[in-house]
């Protein structure tokens, strides 16, 4: 399997002097959620705004602060952290940081661990606005780059010395997911890949709704898996409080007819299609203009078939690989392998809803794939992120039997 995200990497967190550094204890703490074994460098001035006892509770480990604390750790321990570094974060960069960075001054810890890093470097400028619109700081931004280190754009709004623009640290997750992005092997590279997620909702009137409760964890998963690893994705999404994946084109619909006709559209574009939406079944044969109002009788509702967007899809292609999904209270191998023949499927993921660690709503998800082969692998229980690069890591496999 393809290394899950952050798993196992050696992650060094430089923290600078700036009001941001109360968001790098966060940064860390996700780090650390996503199995990263991270450390931690801080400039001297960085401490008057985080204790470094603060970044030694999160991660474990001694925080670096100085060259001539005279312990070994602090002699030599930048040098070997460098070398065993697979990724470095500075966050928040200061303006002074930039410029010992752009012009190899090396007077402390952090500006001395830095020339002898060799892995990729991401570098999270934090300021004043004007600051980081100044002359000196945007030249040694574009030595920065040149050198080839990433840099992270900075966020734009109200600032804490009280004006407003570009100067704010980018929120810890993002910062989180554009490391994992650097980090992962780009092996969709140049693949287009069509993912559907979330529910779909059939209008009763103008307030009520036929819906499910999918929110579009899985499929939203997928997508930004698929992206860390280089490939072009188009996210067809019905209703969901999800925020994009960062580099995800995304198109927003209510209906199944919508759903039909986005992905109908795109699946011509598509290398592979992975279908996790929870399309409703049926609709309302008539909805009404206006709100329903209760009355003593019982409410009948006539429903109709909606279209069957994962057959049709599956009539219709054209050497893509097709990926559906099969919720199920019971009988889950017999529905699934059904819906694998009928829908003329490669692979299906099928998971059992109503365990309170499964299917709709839970961060994790317990599944089974089965194969147009013939074969089935049952998966533990595990996080809907680590599935979708499971899932990811057999579409690569199909196809390299394909060829």
């Avoid at 619909?253 to 279908?275: C, G, N, R, S």
């Avoid at 429903?303 to 054209?318: F, M």
Wanted: some cysteine; charged content about 25%.
């Amino acid at each position: 399997m393809v290394p899950y995200d952050l798993e196992g990497k050696r992650i060094v967190l430089g923290v600078c002097g700036g009001i941001a550094a109360y968001k790098s204890a966060e940064l860390l703490r996700l780090l650390v959620k996503q199995g990263a074994e991270p450390r931690v460098v801080m400039t001297a001035n960085a401490v008057h705004f985080v204790g470094p006892m603060t970044f030694e509770a999160l991660s474990g480990k001694k925080v670096l602060l100085d060259l001539f604390s005279g312990n070994d750790e602090a002699t030599i321990g930048h040098i070997q952290w460098a070398q065993e570094a697979d990724a470095v974060i500075i966050a928040p960069a200061t303006a002074n940081f930039l410029a010992k960075l752009a012009h190899g001054i090396a007077d402390d810890a952090l500006s001395t661990f830095m020339l002898a890093v060799t892995c990729p470097v991401i570098i999270c400028p934090s300021m004043n606005t004007n600051m980081l619109n100044s002359r000196p700081v945007q030249r040694n931004l574009e030595t920065i780059k040149k050198d080839g280190h990433l840099v992270v754009d900075p966020c734009a709004g109200e600032l804490a010395c009280g004006t407003s623009g570009p100067g704010r640290l980018p929120e810890p997750h993002y910062i989180v997911d554009y490391l994992a992005g650097i980090m992962a092997p780009k092996d969709f590279r140049g693949k287009n890949i069509l993912v559907t997620a979330g529910p779909t909702r059939e209008a009763i009137d103008p307030v009520r709704y036929i819906s499910n409760p999918s929110t579009g964890k899985m499929g939203f998963a997928i997508a930004r898996a698929a992206e860390r690893r280089g490939a072009n994705v188009m996210l067809v999404t019905g209703p969901t409080a999800l925020e994009a994946p960062p580099n995800v084109r995304v198109t927003r619909v209510e209906t199944a007819a919508q759903m039909a006709e986005a992905v109908l559209d795109f699946m011509e574009h598509a290398d592979i299609i992975i279908k996790t939406a929870a399309v409703s079944d049926y609709r309302p044969c008539s909805v009404s203009e206006r709100k329903l109002k209760k009355n003593e009788r019982n409410l009948e509702l006539s429903l109709e078939r909606t279209d069957d967007i994962l057959r049709e899809v599956g009539r219709r292609k054209s050497g893509q690989i097709l990926v559906g999904f099969a919720a199920e209270t019971h009988d889950l191998e017999s529905y699934a392998l059904k819906k694998l023949e009928e829908k003329n499927l490669d692979i299906i993921v099928a998971n059992r809803i109503g365990p309170p660690d499964s299917g709709f709503a839970s961060d994790t998800n317990k599944a089974v794939l089965f194969f147009r082969n013939g074969t089935k692998e049952p998966l533990e229980l595990m996080s809907k992120e680590k599935m979708a690069h499971l899932l990811l890591d057999r579409i690569i496999a199909l196809q390299e039997d394909r060829q």
